[in-house]
Every structure is written in structure tokens, then in C-alpha cells.
């Protein structure tokens, strides 16, 4: 049964081409917003199991701390975590944040976008967020989605990956 929840959860993934399922999540502020509000425009949406744990905080920071890059590739930024908006507001507020943080208490967002399921931690298989990031073009379609991230230098290579793709 484990091998087919498996191949379910690899089923989800997003590819090129694939149209980015839409969703309208509460943000940090308490403003609910959809990924529809990016129509026109290109969007990286990444998620993240926590937020404030030191692996999410760095990956946040790293988004950040390159935000003039994306923003100069015409690239909007958006963190989705299980976290409540509270929590959420509490993350920007400690580290300086400047992108949009998203809720998905629920983690359906998550499943439709192949960021949610089984995973390796520690050498045991569980339920969970599988750190992800998936870039969609202004028409709405993946350009790109990177699965099973590490937190550290992930941010560099999507922008590595960005740069040589244009």
C-alpha cells in the first residue's frame, strides 16, 4: 500500500508545461490571496514544513536576500507553509521578510502541488511537506519545479536556473 501512495504522491508533481493548480490561501496580513491575483505575471512559489525552524528561516532569508534579482527578472516571490497567519506574521516580522506568506493549514494546496506526502526523514518514511518550489509563467503554466529541495543554496540554484533558461 506504501509503494502506491508513493507513486500517487510522484503522480502529483507539476512539470513544465502543466497548468499551476490555482488556490486562495490566507496571507500573514490576514488578506486572502490567490494564485490568480499573479495572472500576467511570473510567480515562484515555493513551500516550506515550518516556519522559524533554522532550515526554512535560512531558506527564507536566502529569498530575501535575493529579492532584487528575482524582482529584476520580473519574478514575484510567495512562501506557502502549514503554518497559521499568525505564526506567519510572526516569521516576516523576526527576519525582515519581503515576499507574501501563505496559510495552508489544510495542506491541499500543498497535494495539488505535488508538495505534500511521503518523504525520507532521518531514514523513516513519512507524511509531510516536501520542500518545493515551482516557478509558473504569467499564462499561468509551469516553467519549472524543483522537488525535494535543500534548504541551503536552493535559492541559487533557482536563480542559476532562471538566468540560463532566458
Known amino acids: 500500500m506504501a509503494d502506491n501512495t508513493a507513486s500517487a504522491a510522484e503522480n502529483a508533481r507539476l512539470s513544465p508545461g502543466d497548468t499551476a493548480p490555482g ?15 499573479y495572472a500576467g505575471k511570473r510567480v515562484l512559489v515555493y513551500f516550506y514544513p515550518r516556519a522559524n525552524t533554522p532550515g526554512c528561516t535560512t531558506q527564507a532569508c536566502d529569498f530575501r536576500d535575493e529579492s532584487a534579482l528575482f524582482n529584476d527578472a520580473g519574478i514575484a516571490v510567495v512562501g506557502i507553509s502549514p503554518d497559521k497567519p499568525e505564526k506567519l506574521a510572526k516569521f516576516r516580522e523576526d527576519h525582515g521578510l519581503n515576499f507574501t506568506l501563505l496559510s495552508d493549514p489544510s495542506k491541499e494546496t500543498m497535494a495539488q ?7 525520507k526523514n532521518y531514514g523513516k518514511v513519512v507524511q509531510g511537506v516536501i520542500r518545493s518550489t515551482v516557478l509558473v509563467g504569467p499564462d499561468g503554466a509551469v516553467e519549472n519545479a524543483w522537488y525535494n529541495v535543500r534548504a541551503k543554496g536552493h535559492v541559487g540554484r533557482v536563480l542559476r536556473d532562471v538566468n540560463s533558461g532566458e
Open 113 to 119: 502541488w505535488g508538495a505534500f506526502g511521503e518523504k
Open 23 to 37: 488556490f486562495t490561501l490566507t496571507a500573514d496580513d490576514g488578506t486572502e490571496v490567490s494564485l490568480s491575483n
